[in-house]
Structures are given as C-alpha cells and as structure tokens.
C-alpha cells in the first residue's frame, strides 16, 4: 500500500505544480487580454467583443487550479481554532475530520460539474461559440484534482506517515515578516 501512496504523492506533486503554472499562466493571459481591452475602448475607440467571455473563463481556470494547489499544499480552511484549545491527540482527528469535509466538497464539485458540463455542452457560450460546458470544465478539474489531492492527504493519515508540514496562522506571520 505504501508504494502505491507513493506513487499517487509523486503524480499529486506533478499535478500540483502543473496546476499552479497554469493558474499563473492563466492570471497572466487574463491580466493581458483586460489591458488590451481597456487599450482598445479608450485609446482605439473599439472593443474586442470576445475578451469578457474569455476573461470569465481563464478567471474560473485559475481560480479553481489554485483551490486544487492549496488543497495539496494544506492551505484550505480547517479547524485551526480548535487545535489551540483541545490536546495534541486531537489535531490528529480534526485534520481527519477537515479532510473528510473538504473531500466531501470536492466529490460534489466533481460529480455536479460533470453533470453541469454535460447538461449545457450542446448550448454555444455567446460571442467565442464554444460549447456551453466549457463553461463548467474547470469546476469538474478542481474538483478532480482537490479529490486526488485530499485522497493522499487521508491515506497518509491512516496508514501513519505525516502529511506535509501544515502551517498554522503564526507560521505564516513569521514568513510574511
């Protein structure tokens, strides 16, 4: 069972670190394409029509990559509150418990952006003519890969092997510093 945790941690790394160039590249493009736009409106005195479908798009891209990023990288909500209160046994069981929560919410954005995907493809998305479930693709990968990612994190979890350094509010004060 180990090698196989470990073989999903080196894919969970690669998809990880894929995402996050996306996302980067993503937040790029669309900072590019809304400065074109803006360039054209009040400079040109024209508008590219296609850049605010586009925009949405590549903002839904990022932004559910780098949710999947921060599910791997144990950057999502948890009961961080409760881990000052309650003893060091219990940070174990909350962890659990956020992880069980987060792939609960994960598995929903999957199976419900499948289906939203699937519903709306035979519509067009106006003015770029794309199928409409391109739309809801990005829920469908951010939910794919956050269940990969927080799958590893809970099987690390049971089988005993430390699930990477989570970081706690002081940490990231002391980094930000």
Do not use: C
């Not at 054209?40 to 590219?48: E, H």
């Not at 909500?77 to 069980?100: E, N, Q, Y």
């Not at 419900?112 to 990005?138: C, E, H, N």
């Amino acid at each position: 069972m180990h090698g196989s945790i470990a073989a999903l941690s080196r894919l969970n790394a690669w998809l990880s670190r894929t995402s996050l160039w996306l996302a980067g590249l993503g937040l790029v493009a669309m900072t590019v394409i809304v400065f074109a736009q803006v360039f054209m409106r009040y400079v040109m005195n024209d508008s590219l029509l296609w850049v605010e479908p586009v925009a949405i798009l590549l903002m839904s891209w990022f932004i559910f990559l780098g949710s999947a990023v921060g599910v791997h990288e144990s950057f999502h909500m948890g009961f961080d509150v409760l881990l000052f209160f309650l003893p060091d046994s219990a940070g174990t069981w909350l962890r659990a418990l956020s992880d069980l929560a987060v792939l609960v919410f994960s598995l929903g954005m999957a199976v419900y952006g499948w289906q939203l995907m699937a519903k709306t493809w035979g519509s067009s998305l106006p003015v770029i003519g794309l199928p409409g479930g391109f739309g809801y693709m990005p829920l469908f990968a951010g939910g794919v890969l956050m269940t990969l990612f927080v799958l590893e994190h809970l099987l690390n979890r049971l089988t005993g092997r430390m699930v990477e350094a989570e970081p706690d509010a002081e940490d990231i004060l002391m980094t930000e510093a």
